[in-house]
Protein backbone atom coordinates (compact mmCIF):
# COMPACT_ATOMS: atom_id res chain seq x y z
CA UNK A 1 0.00 0.00 0.00
CA UNK A 2 1.42 3.24 -1.11
CA UNK A 3 1.56 6.07 1.84
CA UNK A 4 3.22 9.54 1.45
CA UNK A 5 3.85 11.77 4.85
CA UNK A 6 4.66 15.54 4.20
CA UNK A 7 5.93 17.52 6.90
CA UNK A 8 7.97 20.32 7.62
CA UNK A 9 5.46 22.92 6.49
CA UNK A 10 4.07 26.22 9.13
CA UNK A 11 4.07 30.26 8.68
CA UNK A 12 7.18 32.27 7.49
CA UNK A 13 7.57 35.97 6.64
CA UNK A 14 8.14 36.40 2.84
CA UNK A 15 12.09 35.65 1.89
CA UNK A 16 12.07 33.71 4.67
CA UNK A 17 13.00 29.83 4.29
CA UNK A 18 11.39 26.29 4.75
CA UNK A 19 12.21 22.85 4.30
CA UNK A 20 9.79 20.27 3.26
CA UNK A 21 10.13 16.51 3.97
CA UNK A 22 7.88 13.51 2.25
CA UNK A 23 8.35 9.98 3.52
CA UNK A 24 7.46 7.50 0.71
CA UNK A 25 6.53 3.97 0.94
CA UNK A 26 4.59 0.88 -1.06
CA UNK A 27 6.76 1.28 -3.75
CA UNK A 28 10.29 0.92 -4.80
CA UNK A 29 11.39 4.45 -3.66
CA UNK A 30 14.60 4.53 -5.40
CA UNK A 31 13.20 3.18 -8.65
CA UNK A 32 10.85 6.26 -8.96
CA UNK A 33 10.92 9.65 -9.88
CA UNK A 34 9.50 11.79 -7.34
CA UNK A 35 7.95 15.60 -7.61
CA UNK A 36 6.41 17.95 -5.36
CA UNK A 37 3.23 19.82 -6.45
CA UNK A 38 0.74 22.66 -4.60
CA UNK A 39 -2.57 23.44 -4.33
CA UNK A 40 -3.89 26.66 -3.02
CA UNK A 41 -8.08 26.49 -2.35
CA UNK A 42 -9.79 27.06 -5.22
CA UNK A 43 -6.84 26.24 -8.01
CA UNK A 44 -5.32 23.17 -9.63
CA UNK A 45 -2.80 21.53 -8.56
CA UNK A 46 0.15 22.07 -9.86
CA UNK A 47 3.56 20.63 -10.30
CA UNK A 48 6.55 22.24 -8.53
CA UNK A 49 9.39 20.15 -8.96
CA UNK A 50 10.88 16.62 -9.49
CA UNK A 51 13.62 14.84 -8.86
CA UNK A 52 14.63 11.51 -11.13
CA UNK A 53 15.46 8.10 -9.34
CA UNK A 54 19.36 8.75 -9.02
CA UNK A 55 18.85 12.08 -7.86
CA UNK A 56 21.34 12.91 -11.02
CA UNK A 57 18.53 15.30 -12.56
CA UNK A 58 16.05 17.44 -11.45
CA UNK A 59 13.58 19.93 -13.19
CA UNK A 60 11.48 23.34 -11.72
CA UNK A 61 8.59 24.76 -12.63
CA UNK A 62 9.45 28.46 -14.00
CA UNK A 63 8.21 29.78 -10.61
CA UNK A 64 10.25 28.22 -8.71
CA UNK A 65 13.52 28.18 -10.48
CA UNK A 66 16.79 29.64 -8.57
CA UNK A 67 14.27 29.70 -5.37
CA UNK A 68 13.56 26.05 -4.59
CA UNK A 69 15.76 23.13 -4.48
CA UNK A 70 14.43 18.90 -4.76
CA UNK A 71 16.63 16.58 -3.14
CA UNK A 72 15.91 12.91 -2.28
CA UNK A 73 17.66 10.11 0.34
CA UNK A 74 17.09 6.77 -0.93
CA UNK A 75 17.90 5.08 1.94
CA UNK A 76 15.77 6.62 3.76
CA UNK A 77 12.93 6.58 1.23
CA UNK A 78 12.18 10.36 2.09
CA UNK A 79 12.67 13.21 -0.93
CA UNK A 80 12.89 17.09 0.33
CA UNK A 81 12.46 20.01 -0.81
CA UNK A 82 14.45 23.65 0.34
CA UNK A 83 12.32 26.58 -0.15
CA UNK A 84 14.07 29.81 -0.20
CA UNK A 85 13.11 33.32 -0.76
CA UNK A 86 9.70 32.30 -0.58
CA UNK A 87 6.76 34.62 -1.17
CA UNK A 88 3.22 35.19 -0.60
CA UNK A 89 2.21 33.43 -3.96
CA UNK A 90 4.10 30.10 -2.33
CA UNK A 91 1.25 30.00 0.13
CA UNK A 92 -0.18 26.82 -0.80
CA UNK A 93 -0.70 22.84 0.22
CA UNK A 94 2.49 21.10 -0.63
CA UNK A 95 2.42 16.96 -1.74
CA UNK A 96 4.71 14.61 -2.76
CA UNK A 97 4.10 11.59 -5.38
CA UNK A 98 5.48 9.24 -7.59
CA UNK A 99 5.65 11.22 -11.10
CA UNK A 100 5.65 10.35 -14.38
CA UNK A 101 8.56 12.52 -16.04
CA UNK A 102 7.68 14.95 -18.25
CA UNK A 103 8.87 18.71 -19.47
CA UNK A 104 7.24 21.10 -16.93
CA UNK A 105 4.51 21.82 -16.11
CA UNK A 106 3.47 18.56 -17.81
CA UNK A 107 4.59 16.29 -15.11
CA UNK A 108 2.20 14.09 -13.36
CA UNK A 109 1.35 12.08 -10.67
CA UNK A 110 1.64 7.83 -11.64
CA UNK A 111 -1.58 7.81 -9.65
CA UNK A 112 -3.20 11.05 -9.52
CA UNK A 113 -5.91 9.80 -7.58
CA UNK A 114 -3.95 9.31 -4.41
CA UNK A 115 -2.37 11.99 -2.10
CA UNK A 116 -1.05 12.14 1.27
CA UNK A 117 -2.37 15.00 3.51
CA UNK A 118 -0.02 17.57 2.46
CA UNK A 119 1.68 19.93 4.87
CA UNK A 120 0.25 23.92 4.60
CA UNK A 121 3.07 26.42 3.69
CA UNK A 122 1.88 29.83 4.53
CA UNK A 123 4.08 32.44 3.50
CA UNK A 124 3.19 36.18 5.22
CA UNK A 125 3.66 39.70 3.71
Known amino acids: QVQLVESGGGLVQAGGSLSLSCAAS????????MGWFRQDPGKEREFVAG????????IYADSVKGRFTISRDNAKSTVYLQMNSLRPEDTAVYYC??????????????????WGQGTQVTVST
Open 51 to 58: INWSGATT
Open 26 to 33: GRTFSANA
Open 97 to 114: NYIIWADPPHVRAVRPTF
